[in-house]
């Protein structure tokens, strides 16, 4: 078994960027600066230890055995002894710091990560996938752990230990350290043989992996229709296939672990060949003592061994370097949202403004919103509608701050959204999305979400002013009851429900609602229609519609169509306009009345 | 698990559990039968390879006894120890490579009779069996198998080398022996606790990982109501409380592997010390050679990693026992609907219509005492097309099911063209039957693979007629390859209703004698909504058709409409009829409507 760890060529670091990659992590790892350099201290003790063993065997059989001096023999046995139990408390030590060390930089590294992200803006999370934000924070991180566990030890320990013998070597005897090194050329090209082809066999095993099991996972949850279709014969000859060109890419890496393993052990034979033939016509000249040569041939293996490790990790070394590479450009990400410096706080009441906003998505040419301006009054209540991705949730979200447009300003109560404090911004303007999403907990911790500082009896009556109590009641064990893997205990109504509590507990002076496109359970729908009510009572309400039901109760409707207004006013001014906004509705009650 | 157990029921558990984990070995045993000779082969190349081994100390003893303190042939020693170099390089190569090929050969085999069985099983053992739980019986559990599998030819030469040693040793200087040998026996002890104590240590490492993760997902998935509210705070502390965990749980980790690893480099050490003072007096008193003492050395240091890894491939035993209980709860799981042993066929007479429907005197459920259809009588002509229509829950898709016999009724009969569906073989009854589901399935392959699913060697116009038939193919051609693109979850994504006429199109090729359409348009974008129902209505023209209704305008489509109600049927007849008729069936109606209300939205 050998470690394992690959990186394809385009995260490969160069000289430079692995220099920034290793300059960076020394200055987040200087809080345990204490630890790192005790697990340094202990490493080299330990390397020592392990060296002086063969050293003392020598000094044992030249000075104690062949001079038949007992008391000699005596010492360099009891020296022996210290250094194995100096070996062990070093050992000991050295796992210790080295793991507190590894472990609290990689937690450090997750809170540093972490908060990163979620001080970024939505523009953000657009931008980068969902999953590859969670890779990163998980097997990215992860990757490091077997690093920080024992192999950051190795490393280390095997780069002291090559050097360190070959000084001691070179003391020992200058013509046998040449003897031994004869066979080093031939152990380092194969070592890097070996590393670039595992490298690459690596990356083949890891691609064949995912690709057996997304057609496991494929042929496990497209069942029904396989058995439906009576293919489950076609499907396991495709999976077979599948399967197979992973066994042959197993088989392949195996190969080429094969013959370096077999290399490395001819290699350290030979050199044993070696240094006992020439040493030994080296002692029959008398220019090197027979302890020499014997402790050459032990200490032989503190030279090949380390040499043999450092290939092998170098892989896993790499994929580290690659990932913290990745991370780092997470940590260097510029928050696009955040506190101005001198932030203000947001007026209790106050109007709505947007004024001549022109806002287009990262990466998109065309502008999501051209030059747009609206007004929004205390009380008031705006619908918008339009087509789909004419602008009109983009429009909710810049009035809500999730996004800041690129020209233009949104204001409340005559202070910029961009000037006002986060907390401030927050409490006054509350969104509540289509879907009501959930976390783990209780349906309690999910309302206290929207304020953590809540207490039960405020949560309580959150509940209560969206007239859910009752509803909540008879779960099982109240608000108490866990929602369990994002609420799939809970139906899409009753996740909604919480979502309105969330609003009510904040008691905004503004709400932003995106209605839900797909119907929800009839049994909830009505309750969720009541509580709606409840909380858009008094309050100022922009909803981006999409029943007539809705778009009847505003007091305003706003038909977003190109990225701009292009109709504005009362349900029946604009009916009477026979517009856009006409024409819509007349589709929305065709489509009732169709059946 | 109940806390108080009566003697008797612990008895049976843990008989259970034996007898289970019996069946687990007999499963391995039986799968490492086929590869007896190469297992055989890398057990005697370890055998061989551990004797070349053991001989290269010995070869280095001569050498220095003989060749240098004696003035002998130094040269002759030096030459065979390179060649004992080269036989050991080449036998270590190949007992590695025979190992890890068949330990992989064993992994593959195994991960294909359990993929082959997962995929026969019936589909009510799916519909309880989570993706998860069998994905890691073939991924997890059976990497367990594979590193238990390649230690057997490895522990076998590892045995015979650490026998040949030790016999060396006590052969040489049986005293010395006993006492350089010692220490030995506990770096095994301590290899055998260390991979116990670890392995649950790095579970519960992987569990807080776990758990990190989840508020990972959630926070970023959930990202929209955390900035909304300003909940950040909230989730890191949350997070940091997963990492102190992680750090708290690595750390006891990281405990016991300091006080086991140096502990197991250290006792071999002893071992040296003891031959260098307890042997090195001995060479002063004239009982051994310099040689001996050094041969003793390298023996000593030879022994270390045998017995390393045998202390742990007990710990890599027991994964691999529990692993296989798990897979073989899996593989002992029989099918529930297999073929009848005497299969019957069906008509074939092109003259009459094909593909009646009947279901007699039907009594089904999930749970035996919540019967989902009760008595239900249902008759279609061959050749009719009958809408279904009924309140969520009313058991509209369990009639899918029962005709393709993904579950069995629990009394009462379902025929297809006069013929009990139990007593026809699964792949006939299935390929006369094409379903779409309510849920489209999409599978990461082409467009035409897609299409062709029912039929994988049909003709390129065979899949563009249907294609055209389900109004799939001017889209199909407008993708960047046409019938080539990969389509599916990570392919090139498709619009529902694109998704609903391709799933049309693979119940089209399958050339069926009865379709169900499961509603096609509910995933539908409205405007979409009579594009579907156009293609709906040209693949139903003169075929068997079961539709299964949840908007309104699918119902006209039909010939004739059966209200279900309560497991039974309420009413049958036209879509007027029922209408003037029938209260239930106006009521069942209006929520439709509302419901498509809600999702008629944008313009």
């Known amino acids: 078994m050998w470690a394992q760890g690959g990186v394809t060529d385009e995260d490969k670091l160069s000289r430079a960027q692995a220099r920034t990659v290793i300059g960076r992590v020394f200055k987040m790892a200087a809080p345990f600066r204490k630890t790192m350099f005790m697990a340094f201290a202990c490493v080299c003790v330990t390397t020592v230890c392990a060296l002086a063993g063969p050293l003392l065997v020598r000094r044992g059989i030249d000075i104690g055995i062949r001079q038949s001096d007992s008391r000699s023999l005596n010492i360099s046995v009891a020296i022996y002894l210290g250094v194995a139990l100096i070996a062990y408390i070093f050992g000991r ?79 020992l005897s200058w013509q046998l350290t040449i003897v031994a090194l004869l066979v080093m050329p031939l152990l380092i090209a194969a070592s890097m043989k070996f590393q670039r082809d595992s490298n690459k066999a ?394 | 698990m109940t806390s108080i157990e009566s003697d008797t029921e612990v008895a049976a558990r843990l008989e259970f559990e034996e007898a289970q984990r019996s069946e687990g070995w007999k499963l391995l045993r039986a799968a490492l039968k086929v590869q007896r000779r190469n297992l055989l082969l890398g057990a005697l190349v370890g055998i061989l390879w551990a004797s070349f081994k053991v001989a290269v100390p010995q070869m280095t003893k001569f050498a220095i006894n003989d060749g240098i303190e004696k003035n002998g042939p130094l040269l002759r020693w030096a030459l065979i120890i390179g060649g004992l170099g080269v036989l050991t390089g080449v036998l270590s190569g190949m007992r590695r490579y025979v190992a890890f090929r068949e330990s992989r050969w064993a992994e593959m085999l195994f991960r294909e009779r359990l993929f082959s069985h997962i995929l026969r099983l019936h589909i009510g053992y799916h519909d309880k069996a989570q993706t998860g739980q069998l994905m890691s019986r073939a991924s997890s559990d059976l990497m367990q198998i594979q590193g238990f599998i390649v230690m057997i030819p490895i522990t076998l030469s590892n045995v015979i080398q650490i026998i040949a040693v030790t016999a060396i040793l006590f052969i040489t200087d049986p005293i010395l022996a006993v006492v350089a040998l010692i220490p030995l026996p506990f770096v095994n002890l301590s290899a055998r606790r260390f991979s116990h104590r670890i392995h649950p240590a790095s579970i519960a490492v992987q569990a807080e990982q776990a758990q990190l993760a989840n508020v990972v997902e959630e926070s970023v998935s959930g990202v929209r109501v955390i900035k909304g509210f300003g909940a950040e705070q909230v989730q890191f502390e949350k997070l940091e409380k997963e990492a102190d965990d992680i750090l708290r749980e690595s750390m006891k980790a990281a405990r016991i592997r300091s006080s086991f690893m140096p502990a197991i480099d250290v006792l071999p050490a002893l071992g040296l010390v003891a031959v260098l003072g307890v042997g090195g007096h001995r060479v002063i008193n004239g009982d051994l050679t310099v040689g001996d003492l050094v041969a003793f050395n390298v023996y000593l240091t030879l022994l270390i990693w045998p017995l390393r890894n045998i202390g742990m491939i007990v710990a890599l035993g027991q994964r691999a026992a ?95 063209d006069g013929i009990d569906v139990r007593k026809l073989k699964l792949s006939e009854l299935r390929s006369q039957i094409g379903v779409v589901f309510e849920d489209t ?96 209505k040209t693949v139903m023209s003169g075929r068997t058709t079961i539709v299964i209704a949840h908007r309104p305008g699918t119902i006209a489509l039909a010939d004739r409409v059966m209200l279900l109600d309560e497991g039974k049927v309420a009413a049958i007849g036209t879509h007027e009829d029922l209408v003037s008729t029938n209260a239930r069936y106006r009521e069942v109606l209006a929520n439709m409507s509302a419901d498509a209300d809600a999702e008629s939205q944008e313009v």
């Open chain 1, 202 to 595: 690596y990356l083949t095993v890891r691609e064949r992996v995912g690709a057996n099991l997304s057609a496991l996972q494929e042929g496990i949850t497209t069942v029904r229709v396989i058995q439906a279709y009576a293919q489950e014969e076609e499907t396991i000859r495709k999976f077979t296939k599948s399967n197979r060109e992973l066994f042959n890419s197993h088989e392949h890496s195996v190969r080429v672990s094969t013959w370096y393993f077999a290399l490395i052990e001819f290699g350290g034979v030979f050199a044993s060949a070696l240094i006992i033939g020439i040493g030994g016509w080296l002692v029959h000249r008398g220019d090197v003592t027979l302890g020499t040569v014997v402790a050459f041939t032990l200490l032989l293996s503190s030279l090949f061994d380390p040499v043999q490790q450092l290939s092998q990790l170098y892989n896993t070394v790499q994929s580290a370097g690659a990932a913290l590479n990745k991370l780092f450009q997470i940590l260097d990400a510029k928050p696009e949202i955040d506190e101005h410096p001198g932030a203000i706080e947001l007026p209790k009441v106050g109007d709505l403004e947007v004024h001549g906003i022109t806002f287009s998505y990262a990466g998109s040419e065309t502008a999501a919103l051209k030059n747009v301006s609206i007004r929004v009054g205390v009380g008031e209540k705006l619908a918008l509608v339009g087509p789909t991705g004419a602008g009109k949730s983009t429009l909710a979200k810049l009035m809500a701050r999730l996004y800041d447009p690129q020209s233009g300003s949104v204001a409340y109560g005559g202070v910029d959204l961009t000037m006002a404090t986060m907390a401030s911004l927050r409490e006054r303007i509350v969104v509540v999305p289509q879907e009501g999403f959930l976390f783990n907990g209780t349906i309690r911790d999910n309302v206290r979400i929207a304020k953590s500082s809540a207490t039960d009896e405020e949560i309580d009556a959150a509940i209560a002013a969206i007239g859910a109590t009752d509803h909540f009641s008879t779960l099982p064990d109240g608000l108490d009851t866990e929602v369990r893997e994002r609420g799939s205990r809970l139906s899409a109504g009753e996740r909604q429900l919480v979502a309105l509590a969330r609003a009510a507990l904040v008691d905004p002076a503004v709400l932003v609602l995106d209605e839900a496109t797909s119907n929800l359970d009839p049994g909830t729908e009505a309750e969720v229609e009541h509580a709606l009510e409840r909380l858009m009572n008094g309050r100022t309400v922009i909803v981006v519609a999409h029943r007539l039901s809705t778009v009847q109760r505003a007091d305003h409707i706003a038909v977003i169509a190109d990225a701009q207004i292009a109709e504005y006013g009362t349900h029946e001014e604009l009916i009477a306009k026979a517009g856009r906004y006409s024409a819509l509705a007349e589709a929305w009650k065709r489509s009732q009345s169709a059946h």
């Open chain 2, 322 to 416: 529990a692993a296989l209980v798990r897979i073989n709860e899996v593989m002992s799981t029989k099918s529930e609907i297999s073929d009848p042993t005497l299969p019957m066929q069906l008509p074939h007479d092109e003259t009459e219509n094909l593909g009646s429907v009947k279901f007699d005197k039907v009594v089904f459920g999930y749970n035996a005492e919540y019967p989902v259809l009760r008595n239900f009588n249902l008759d279609i002509q061959g050749g009719e097309s009958i809408a279904i229509v009924g309140a969520t829950g009313s058991g509209k898709s369990t009639i899918t099911r029962l005709l393709l016999r993904f579950y069995d009724a629990q009394s009462g009969h379902v025929y297809l």
């Open chain 1, 93 to 171: 030590a050295q796992f210790l710091y080295l793991n507190r060390t590894g472990e609290s930089f990689l937690r450090v590294l997750r809170l540093a990560v972490f908060r990163q992200m979620q001080r970024q803006s939505m523009a953000f999370y657009d931008r980068n996938k969902a999953g590859v934000l969670v890779a990163r924070m998980t097997a990215d991180i992860e990757s490091m752990a077997e690093l920080v566990q024992w192999g950051l030890l190795q490393f280390i320990a095997a780069g002291m230990l090559v050097v360190f013998a070959l000084v001691l070597l070179a003391t």
């Open chain 2, 441 to 536: 399935v999409l599978f990461n392959d082409t467009v035409r693979n897609n299409i062709a699913f029912a039929k994988p060697h049909a003709s390129a116009d065979e899949v563009e007629r249907a294609a055209k038939l389900s109004g799939a193919h001017e889209f199909i051609l407008r993708l960047p390859k046409g019938y080539e693109t990969v389509i599916g979850e990570r392919g090139f994504s498709l619009s529902g209703g694109q998704r609903q006429r391709i799933a049309i199109a693979r119940a089209i090729v399958a050339n069926p004698r009865v379709l169900v359409l499961d509603d096609a348009t509910s995933a539908v974008d409205p405007s979409k909504e009579g594009e579907i129902r156009e293609a709906m």
